[in-house]
T-cell receptor, first 115, second 114 residues
């Protein structure tokens, strides 16, 4: 039972380079999320997709783009990486229907360093 | 927007001692509250959640939390710490009308001394 799978797990970029973080879930969840985790700041929501075909900005969307490719997959793209984007990125998913309270299921994280 | 504040970035207890991790929330509507745990190099996993059904919530691994509206708090407790409880703990809040936007606290790192 894979759950939420993220790739790559580690990446080093130079300032200005671009890259895409991939995320896939096999739990038939409707909603998917991208968070970043920084020391002393907890997790901050970058973007989310409430359902296939929709995406919305979270708390810190600047410098990122997302694509909900299908129900299973949600990718995060950095078009021109900056050192401030050095962080650990987590993808999460939840089954959201009716009154569901949206417990999140997380991947293991992708550690990105921008030099 | 809703938010949570976790008091104490680091908490250290002896094995067998009480664990108390503090969380206060801010929300303009009745909140839904969560505690997640993160072990080293892993993603977060749910410990327990408050969804207005009962104010005292029991979770996995012997943890529980009590929702106190008058104090806007949702503190996490465990009567007797075990070495395996060493991890980082995050409190989180979401508001039902926009429950795709879950906000996390900064986290509390729990150390358990033998």
């Amino acid at each position: 039972n894979a759950g939420v799978t993220q790739t790559p797990k580690f990446q080093v970029l130079k300032t200005g380079q671009s890259m895409t973080l991939q995320c896939a879930q096999d739990m038939n969840h409707n909603s998917m999320y991208w968070y970043r985790q920084d020391p002393g700041m907890g997790l901050r929501l970058i973007y989310y997709s409430a359902s296939e075909g929709t995406t919305d900005k979270g708390e810190v969307p600047n410098g990122y783009n997302v694509s909900r490719l299908n129900k299973r997959e949600f990718s995060l793209r950095l078009e021109s990486a900056a050192p401030s984007q050095t962080s650990v990125y987590f993808c999460a998913s939840s089954y959201r229907a009716g009154g569901d309270t949206g417990e999140l299921f997380f991947g293991e994280g992708s550690r990105l360093t921008v030099l | 927007a809703q938010s949570v504040t976790q008091l104490g970035s680091h908490v250290s207890v002896s094995e067998g001692a009480l664990v108390l991790l503090r969380c206060n929330y801010s929300s303009s509507v009745p909140p839904y509250l969560f505690w997640y745990v993160q072990y080293p190099n892993q993603g977060l996993q749910l410990l327990l959640k408050y969804t207005s059904a009962a104010t005292l919530v029991k979770g996995i691994n012997g943890f529980e939390a009590e929702f106190k509206k008058s104090e806007t708090s949702f503190h996490l407790t465990k009567p007797s710490a075990h070495m395996s409880d060493a991890a980082e703990y995050f409190c989180a809040v979401t508001e039902y009308y926009n429950n795709n936007d879950m906000r996390f606290g900064a986290g509390t790192r729990l150390t358990v001394k033998p």
